[in-house]
């Protein structure tokens, strides 16, 4: 099996986990600081539609290799000014090699397929992911069945 999608939008990592402690009862939980819900939805709804589109129904049980490559937004100072602003500066870089993390953006894009495409994510036997800048964002998302 190979699935490959896109997802549109800006990727959003998965939250630091911070454990809080509920006044009223005394006990602790712990609690998501980051907006990564609209990401994680967009990835399950592409996911699901796929998945149908396929005519496939269940999640598989299979190992498989995930390669997910992020596309990122610009900076607006990668860009030029004035009649310049919308050419890219000579020396813009390709990669996105600052926040959010890369370990952090697979950890919400990998939750997004669990339940749809995968059983559990501990199916995953290999991952690639990359991060880069690109025009239009999201991700591209493959998963091949090993």
């Known amino acids: 099996m190979k699935i490959e999608f896109y997802v549109s939008g800006i990727p959003k990592q998965s939250g630091s986990k911070q454990p809080r402690l509920n006044k009223k009862t005394g006990k602790m939980y712990v609690q998501e600081t980051s907006d990564y819900k609209p990401w994680r939805v967009a990835v399950q709804t592409i996911a699901t ?9 269940e999640p ?20 030029g000014t004035g009649k310049n ?32 495409v995968l059983h559990d ?17 999201g991700a591209r998302i493959r998963i091949i069945t090993l």
Do not use: W
Not at 49 to 57: A, E, Q, R, S, V
Not at 90 to 107: I, N, Q, S
């Open 49 to 57: 539609k796929t998945m149908y589109d396929i005519g496939k129904f």
């Open 60 to 79: 598989t049980m299979e190992a498989v290799r995930v390669e997910v490559l992020f596309d990122m937004p610009r900076p607006k100072y990668h860009f």
């Open 85 to 116: 602003n919308n050419i890219l500066k000579p020396g813009a870089p390709l990669y996105h090699d600052k926040k959010p993390d890369l370990d952090k953006l697979l950890r919400n894009t990998l939750d997004g397929l669990t339940g749809i």
């Open 121 to 137: 994510d501990a199916q995953i036997a290999s991952l690639e992911g990359c991060k880069s800048y690109a025009l239009f964002t």
